[in-house]
C-alpha cells in the first residue's frame, strides 16, 4: 500500500516512516512548510529549514522520496488570520486542533492522495481502528494513545470519518521512550531532537511573544474581585426545567470596575487568556492572581486571587450547535436527549466525568466537578472509554 507521511523533522514521524517501511507499505515523506517569517521566531536560524533538513536526512536514512509542499499562504488564511481574530474578540483558540482539521487532514490529506497514496501517516499519539455495524457500514474508530502522558487525541477531535478512514497513525501503540529507542537503534537523526514547544505552525515562538508582535498593544486596567462579591453568594434558583439549569450553571458572571480594586495596567486584554496568572506583574498577594474573565470593549481584566478563587470556576458549559462535531456520527444526540461521557476542556486535562444534554439552542456539558479556567473558543471534547465521540467550540 502506498502510504504518504508527513515527516515534520522531529522523532515522532521519523519513526512512524520508518515503522511503515518496515510493515512493508511504499513509503513517501511529505515535509509541510508552514510559516515562512523568520521576524517572530525566537533563534536566529528559521526553524522550518532545520526541520526540513532533519526530515530529509531522515527520508535519505530509510531510502525513501522526500518533498517539500509549501503551505505557508494556507496557514496564514486558515489558522493564523483566525487566531488573531479569535483573540481580538476574547476568545481563545486551539491553533493545533484547528491545523489538523483544516491543514494535514484537508489540504496536505488531498495533495498526498492526488499522488496516488492510499492513506496519510502521521506521528501523532492516537490510535485508529475500524467495526463494520449491523447495515455493513465500516465505522472508524478514534482512541486515545498507549502512552496517557503523550496522548494526542484531543488534537484530532474535530477529524471526520473521511479522514479517519484515509488516516494512519503508526506509533499510537507506543510509548514516547519506545519511540525514542526505536530512534536510536536505527540511528536517525531526530532520537535525540527535543519536542517542539512553539507553535504547530511557526516553530520555536511561544504564543505571548507572537501575538505582541503581530497584535497592537493597548493600556488597560487590572481589577481584583473578592471572594465577598455578591455574584459568587446568590441563592440558587428553583428550575422549571433542565436546560433553565444548565443555561445558569454555564453562564458567566458579569463584572465590573466597581465590583474590585483596580491593582495594575495590562498592555492589551487581547494577549492573555481564562485562568491565565503569568505575565501580569502583580504582587502582594500571598497566592498567585489567576484571569477570570476580560471585557474586550473597556478592555479590562478581572482577576481573583489563589487557584480555588470561586469565580474561576463553572459547573456547564455551552456549544452552539453550529460548532457541534461528532466523530461517531452514528451516535449523534437528537434534540431532548442525554448521553454519559468523560469530557475535557484543554490538552491534557483529566478526563473529567460529564453529561451531554442536546436541546434545539444548543449542547450542553454538565460536568460532575466544577472545571476551572473555561474559556470560550476552545474545544471541549467527549469519549467514550478511550475512544473520542465528538467535540465541538466552547461558546
Avoid at 503523550?150 to 488534537?155: G, R, T, W
Wanted: hydrophobic share 35%; with cysteine; glycine share 8%.
Amino acid at each position: 500500500m502506498k502510504v504518504v507521511v508527513g515527516l515534520s523533522g522531529g522523532v515522532d514521524s521519523s519513526v512512524a516512516a520508518y515503522l511503515l517501511q518496515q510493515q512493508g507499505h511504499d513509503v513517501v515523506a511529505l515535509f509541510m512548510r508552514n510559516w515562512n517569517d523568520a521576524s517572530v521566531t525566537l533563534e536566529d536560524e528559521c526553524p522550518w529549514i532545520e526541520d526540513s533538513n532533519d526530515a530529509l536526512m531522515v527520508a535519505q536514512k530509510l531510502g525513501i522520496p522526500f518533498q517539500v509542499i509549501d503551505m505557508s499562504e494556507l496557514y496564514k488564511e486558515k489558522i493564523v488570520d483566525y487566531m488573531f481574530d479569535e483573540y481580538k474578540n476574547g476568545r481563545t483558540p486551539n491553533p493545533d486542533v484547528l491545523c489538523n482539521r483544516e491543514v494535514k487532514f484537508d489540504v496536505f490529506m488531498k495533495t498526498a492522495l492526488s499522488l496516488g497514496a492510499e492513506k496519510v501517516a502521521t506521528g501523532h499519539y492516537a490510535r485508529v481502528d475500524s467495526t463494520i455495524d449491523e447495515n455493513g457500514k465500516e465505522i472508524f474508530h478514534l482512541f486515545s494513545g498507549v502512552d496517557t502522558n503523550k496522548d494526542q487525541s484531543y488534537f484530532l477531535c474535530q477529524l471526520s470519518q473521511e479522514q479517519l478512514s484515509k488516516s494512519l497513525f503508526p506509533i499510537g501503540e507506543l510509548t514516547k521512550p519506545e519511540v525514542r529507542e526505536i530512534a536510536k537503534k536505527m540511528e536517525l537523526v531526530t532520537a535525540d531532537k527535543k519536542d517542539s514547544q512553539g507553535l504547530c505552525f511557526i516553530g520555536k515562538v511561544s504564543l505571548p511573544t507572537f501575538l505582541q508582535q503581530q497584535l497592537e498593544p493597548k493600556e488597560g486596567e487590572i481589577v481584583e474581585i473578592f471572594t465577598d462579591f455578591d455574584g459568587f453568594h446568590t441563592e440558587k434558583p428553583v428550575f422549571e426545567s433542565k436546560i433553565e439549569e444548565l443555561k445558569f450553571l454555564s453562564r458567566k458572571i458579569e463584572y465590573n470596575k466597581t465590583d474590585g480594586k483596580v491593582i495594575g495596567k495590562h498592555q492589551g486584554a487581547h494577549y492573555f487568556t481564562i485562568g491565565q496568572s503569568k505575565g501580569l506583574g502583580i504582587g502582594g498577594h500571598a497566592e498567585s492572581c489567576f484571569i477570570i474573565e476580560r471585557d474586550m470593549p473597556t478592555n479590562t481584566i478581572f482577576v481573583g486571587e489563589g487557584k480555588k478563587f470561586p469565580g474561576l470556576f463553572r459547573k456547564a458549559l455551552k456549544i452552539e450547535n453550529s460548532d457541534v462535531h461528532w466523530v461517531r456520527e452514528d451516535l449523534r444526540l437528537g434534540n431532548g436527549q442525554s448521553m454519559k461521557v468523560k469530557a475535557r476542556i484543554r490538552y491534557r486535562q483529566t478526563l473529567e466525568e460529564a453529561t451531554l444534554y442536546q436541546f434545539e439552542e444548543g449542547l450542553f456539558i454538565e460536568f460532575e466537578n466544577p472545571q476551572s479556567a473555561i474559556a470560550e473558543g476552545q474545544f471541549a471534547a467527549w469519549y467514550s472509554g478511550d475512544e473520542l465521540l465528538g467535540s465541538g467550540v466552547i461558546s
